[in-house]
């Protein structure tokens, strides 16, 4: 009977030491996963941001033509704030004449990770004055919705 007791007292000391390392390991796992998950949110954050810079210079490009961009607009440089680490390029690649620009915008990060989009865009003649591009009569919103909500169907 003696024997009994002294080994189930060194079978539970047993249990005990794998049952910590079986902890420490799942510890050790569940402190690595949220390392990279941080890391991921931090990686997914630089691009969304990399992402509305790029739109915003594509953008200026379309909005103001190739050629006013160039004459008005650096091609390259620090973004302005609330950016100011953030470095810029815009290179546009004019075919033959006639033919479509290639735009392509690339926006570096302070960590030195590239980002780049490009989108192609139709020659503006400069010798023509500017379109206004506004609708032929005010647009009265409220009045617009008064009369839908007199008139679901309508």
Do not use: Y
């Not at 050790?28 to 915003?56: F, K, P, Y």
């Not at 033959?96 to 780049?116: E, K, N, Q």
Request: aromatic share 4%; hydrophobic share 40%.
């Amino acid at each position: 009977m003696v024997r009994r007791g002294r080994s189930r007292r060194g079978f539970a000391l047993l249990d005990a030491i794998l049952g910590g390392a079986m902890l420490a390991l799942g510890l050790a796992g569940v402190v690595t996963l949220s390392q990279r998950a941080l890391a991921m949110l931090q990686r997914g954050e630089r691009e969304a941001m990399a992402a509305a810079m790029l739109d915003e210079l594509l953008g200026q490009v379309i909005t103001e033509g190739p050629g006013a961009f160039t004459r008005n607009r650096q091609a390259a440089g620090r973004m302005p704030e609330p950016w100011p680490d953030w470095e810029f390029t815009v290179d546009l690649d004019a075919g033959g004449l006639g033919d479509p620009i290639t735009v392509t915008a690339t926006v570096i990060d302070p960590t030195g990770t590239s980002f780049r989009c490009a989108t192609r865009v139709a020659p503006h003649d400069d010798r023509l004055p500017p379109v206004e591009r506004q609708p032929p009569e005010p647009v009265d919103r409220r009045v617009r919705w008064e009369q839908k909500e007199a008139d679901p169907d309508g």
